[in-house]
């Protein structure tokens, strides 16, 4: 695993998080607007809270999208947490010169759903499989 670098706004998101949910946050992602939280393995519903309270609260002081993804040190399970809601048939890793690559099949209803809006859920992807798993590209198929 590469070493994970955090900006400042980072580390004050993830305190934000961990004293209003008490679930621990191995990573951070801040866009224009939304914040992507990897949440350590085991501690979702800790993050969620009962009722969507420790999210909503959440969401509600930072004033942006929040999204939740479970961290896991398989990256074929931390893929299927990534992408969530689509539905994932199969996970091939390969290393080809010198790159590794994730070839991720999803059923053809929910490759839009994989993808995203202007691909912002692929972008996702890519960034937290580079950042956690060293993977280098990851492909919808």
């Given at each position: 695993?590469?070493e994970?670098?955090?900006?400042?706004?980072?580390?004050?998101?993830?305190?934000?998080?961990?004293?209003?949910?008490?679930?621990?946050?191995?990573?951070?992602?801040?866009?224009?607007?939304?914040?992507?939280y990897?949440?350590?393995?085991?501690?979702?519903?800790?993050?969620?809270?009962?009722?969507?309270?420790?999210?909503?609260?959440?969401?509600?002081?930072?004033?942006?999208?929040?999204?939740?993804?479970?961290?896991?040190?398989?990256?074929?399970?931390?893929?299927?947490?990534?992408?969530?809601?689509?539905?994932?048939?199969?996970?091939?890793?390969?290393?080809?010169?010198?790159?590794?690559?994730?070839?991720?099949?999803?059923?053809?209803?929910?490759?839009?759903?994989?993808?995203?809006?202007?691909?912002?859920?692929?972008?996702?992807?890519?960034?937290?499989?580079?950042?956690?798993?060293?993977?280098?590209?990851?492909?919808?198929?």
């Amino acid at each position: 695993m590469t070493e994970i670098k955090l900006s400042t706004e980072g580390i004050r998101y993830i305190a934000l998080f961990e004293s209003a949910t008490g679930a621990g946050i191995k990573d951070c992602i801040v866009e224009d607007d939304r914040i992507i939280y990897v949440v350590k393995t085991g501690e979702m519903g800790a993050a969620i809270g009962k009722n969507g309270d420790h999210i909503n609260r959440v969401k509600k002081s930072v004033g942006k999208h929040v999204e939740l993804v479970e961290y896991s040190d398989d990256p074929e399970k931390f893929i299927n947490n990534v992408i969530g809601s689509a539905s994932v048939k199969s996970v091939n890793l390969v290393s080809k010169q010198d790159k590794r690559l994730a070839y991720v099949e999803v059923s053809d209803n929910d490759k839009g759903l994989a993808i995203g809006r202007e691909g912002k859920n692929i972008e996702k992807v890519k960034v937290l499989m580079q950042r956690h798993h060293d993977i280098d590209d990851v492909i919808i198929q």
